[in-house]
Structures are given as structure tokens and as C-alpha cells.
DNA sequence: GCCCGCCCGACTGTCTGACATACTGGGCCG
DNA sequence: CGGCCCAGTATGTCAGACAGTCGGGCGGGC
């Protein structure tokens, strides 16, 4: 062991100059969650070389890494479109979230810290001030969202379990993409938030069956709402275009 | 080629012209759980490529791919490693496959055609005879192995969520790595078995409820045996050599 | 007039070679 | 003896090239 032990481990210089390859797969990550590449659109590699002005090889890599997270789909010899998402997969999804989601509330409840509950009291509340704030319905509506990012960041540090995370985040993407067929019902944000009371008032009293039974009802209000307007579509297919 | 209709779809070609790059990817990956690559062990390009004899940008494409499926790590200008469990990363992982077995075993509980179930209580005979088996210790464990995953095929096609499959097959991969460190108690076969026809014989009950808990029990179960080789090594780190 | 088969363009799959940059280890100098 | 510098090593990225495949359109045959 080289390393000077002495408190080390905690001041590690922040890494600012991130791979090239990685810049590019967040920007087309971000465009695919953002619809402003839709699902089933075609991903012409040298169209993409184009748009980010980067090497074949690095828009190939970056490829490799969307399709390992779900977020494409490559088709032999004709190459990468952006998911569409099948009725049945979206429900899939929701099933396994539930689950996931359950578990983290359980584990919330059973091990984190009073520091850790209370940070998620703090987010939940700034959740209940953006829903009173007066603003756009659409702008009101991102907000929302972005503090629900904030908020499950907290509850999924707080779990303690780390491969929650990440599952759960590969999870989100998808299902958040499925709504680009929907687009239907934006806002249920009334019941969202006292589903989500209901999680942290669990946790706070610390009964993590209770936790965990909640946020499964949580996810699975949400999935109702969700796929309610996938219904409208074809059997199990995702046709986007034309009748 | 230019395939008659007359009952097509059933008669599919398959596909036999893999991409390169995916059965290179497939021969990584069977090197990694196979422990010819061992974990922390870093993964030269150059050395890949003289050792698959592809080249560097398929090489480069393979190692993203097993990246994002958690097999291996890249530290940034120091390139890929064998990842290394942690105990707690392994515990974490542990944890959330309870819940997802949990999940399949219910679904199979609910869901499943008589069929299935049959199917699957025929994979557990199979299990039981390999049992019986009186091959080597290395050989007889070897099957088992082979058969448990055909045990799972069944289990998690029947369950009828394919998100779950696919998350499970990470999972699964991952720990079995973690074997790597530990490679202590091998065989727990008797209780594993009798696990195992507790989840069967619930699901034949089609019993969602207890065919859950027999499924995240055998989880937690193997979990113990499995995390307890890893107690011996240091707290969190995961030291192949040297003390 | 309709259908079949051929051909062409559009892309992907893969390889080669090259260059800048970052990390490592070791020898050299003060 | 300790710190600096340097060359070797490996990754990150780029440019260009070529074969193979897929789809669609065009033209010829019936």
C-alpha cells in the first residue's frame, strides 16, 4: 500500500475532464429522454458524426453503451433506432420498479439514518412547494419532475444499497421514454404527492412494512396512469407512424 | 433463398453469422465467469486483440458492452478491469435478487400455464438425478450448475416478465464472480434442493404468496453461504493478493 | 399490365494506421 | 536520500478504406 494513510480516500480531485465518449453519450442520452430523438427514429451513424463532431469509432462506442442500457435498440445490419416500447414491456417494467422500489422503502425505513429521513422530509417538502408554486402547467410540471429527481436521489442513497440505484435508474429512463407514446395525462400531481406522504410517513415512523407497501402502491397508481394511455394503441406493437 | 410462403415464421434461419463483435463479446464474457479472467486482472487492448485476433476498434466496442453489463470496470486512462467485488456491492446485489425471484416466483404462482409448471417441476426431477449422481465432486457440481440453469430458463420464462429475465441474467453474472474471492463452500446441494421444491411445490399449489417467500428464502439462504467466504477478506476492499 | 429479378445506393461491420495525451517506473542529479 | 525528468506503455480519438447486406426502384419478360 503506497497511499499516505492518513485521511485519505475523501479528497479526491473531482475528475473534470470527462472522456469524450462520454459527454457524447450523455447528450444523446438526454436527446432520447428529451424526445428530440423519437422512439423508433433511426440512428444513422453518420448523421450522428455530423451532429456531435466526433470520430465513427467514438459515435460506435457510445452506441454500444445506449444499447446495453436499454435506451436503443440495433438491428442487424441496418444499426441502432431508439426503443419503442411495447404495451406489454412498459408493464414489465412497472412490475419490476414496484418491487424495486418496495425494497429501497424497506430498507430506507430499516436503516437509514434519522439525519437521512429527515433530508427526505426536507425533499418531499420542497416537492409540496413546487406543487403550490403558480406557475405554466408545463413549467410547473418540470419542476415537478426535476424535484422528484432530487427526491429519489435521497431515497436511493438512503437505502443503502447501491445496486438499487443503478437498476432502478436504467428502469426510469425506459419507463420515462414509454411516455413518448402516451404523452396522454401529465399531471396526477395531487395524488403523486400524498402517495408519496404516505412512503415517508412510513419511513419516519420507522415500520418498514408499511414503507414498503406503500411505495408499491405508489409505482403502481403510476402505472396505471401510465399505461392507461398505451392502451389506445395497437395490440403489443409500437406503431408510431401512420394508421 | 428467397424463402417459399407456405408456413413460415416457424422456420427461421438462426442467424447463424453472429456480428463479430458479439461473439467476441459472448468469449469474454464466458472467459470472465469462468475465471480465466480473474477479477482485477486488467484487460490489455493490445493483448486482447492478439489473443481474439480482431481488432482494436471491436475490441474497444466489446469492452464498453461488458462494461455497461457490470463485468468490467475502466478506470479512466488506465483501461479495463476484471471487476472485483466488494462484500457489500455482493451483499447489495443479494438483496435485490431476493426481491426479484420473490417477484418471478409469484407471477409463476399466478400466472403460468399448467404447462409450465409441469415443465418446471420436470427441471427439478432433473435436478434431483444429478443429485443422485455419483460422478466426481467437480463433476457432479458442474451439472447441477448446467441444470439450475435450465431450471431458470423455465422459471423466469414462465413467470411471463421478460424485464425480469434480462435484470436477473446481470445479476446472476455478477455474482457469480463474487464466487471468484470466496470459492469456499461449493456445495450446499441437499438444502439447496429442498429450497427449491418449496418454491415448486407453492407455485403447483399455486400459491402466489408462499411461493414468494420460498423463493426470496432460498435467495437469502444461498446469500449466507455465498457472502460468508468473503467475511474472511478485508472489510470492503477486495484483495485477490497479497495480504 | 403485372410480376419477377437485377442492380444500385445507403449503411453497417470491420480493419489499418496514426497521433496526442496520460500514467508508470526507474534512473539521474542535486 | 529525495525529488525531477524521461522514456515506455496504453488509452482516447481520429481519418480513411473496403467488403457485405438490405431495400427499393427500374426494366424486361410473360
Chains 1, 2 share one sequence.
Do not use: W
Not at 78 to 97: C, I
Not at 148 to 170: M, P, T, W
Not at 195 to 211: F, H, K
Amino acid at each position: 500500500m503506497s497511499t499516505p494513510e492518513s485521511d485519505v480516500g475523501s479528497l479526491r480531485v473531482g475528475r473534470v475532464a470527462a472522456p469524450l465518449r462520454e459527454q457524447v453519450t450523455d447528450v444523446l442520452r438526454e436527446a432520447i429522454l428529451d424526445f428530440r430523438l423519437r422512439p423508433g427514429e433511426r440512428l444513422v451513424e453518420r448523421d450522428l458524426i455530423e451532429k456531435t463532431g466526433v470520430s465513427r469509432a467514438t459515435i460506435r462506442e457510445v452506441l454500444r453503451q445506449l444499447t446495453a442500457e436499454g435506451l436503443v435498440t440495433v438491428i442487424p445490419q441496418r444499426g441502432a433506432v431508439v426503443v419503442e416500447l411495447t404495451r406489454k414491456e412498459a408493464a414489465d417494467l412497472y412490475e419490476v420498479r414496484t418491487m424495486l422500489e418496495g425494497l429501497a422503502a424497506r430498507l430506507f425505513a430499516e436503516r437509514a439514518s434519522d439525519e437521512q429521513v429527515k433530508e427526505l422530509r426536507e425533499q418531499v417538502d420542497v416537492l409540496h412547494s413546487a406543487f403550490e408554486e403558480r406557475d405554466s402547467a408545463d413549467q410547473r410540471i418540470q419542476t415537478m419532475l426535476d424535484v422528484k429527481d432530487r427526491y429519489y436521489d435521497v431515497f436511493l442513497a438512503g437505502c443503502g444499497n447501491d445496486q438499487i440505484r443503478s437498476i432502478h435508474e436504467g428502469l426510469q429512463a425506459r419507463v420515462r421514454l414509454m411516455r413518448a407514446t402516451s404523452l396522454g395525462q401529465p399531471d396526477r400531481p395531487a395524488q403523486t404527492l400524498s402517495e408519496i406522504d404516505a412512503v415517508v410517513a412510513a419511513i419516519e415512523a420507522r415500520d418498514p412494512e408499511a414503507a414498503e407497501k406503500a411505495a408499491q402502491t405508489h409505482v403502481e397508481r403510476a402505472a396505471e396512469q401510465g399505461l392507461e394511455g398505451l392502451m389506445q394503441h395497437s395490440e403489443d406493437g409500437a406503431p408510431s407512424s401512420a394508421s
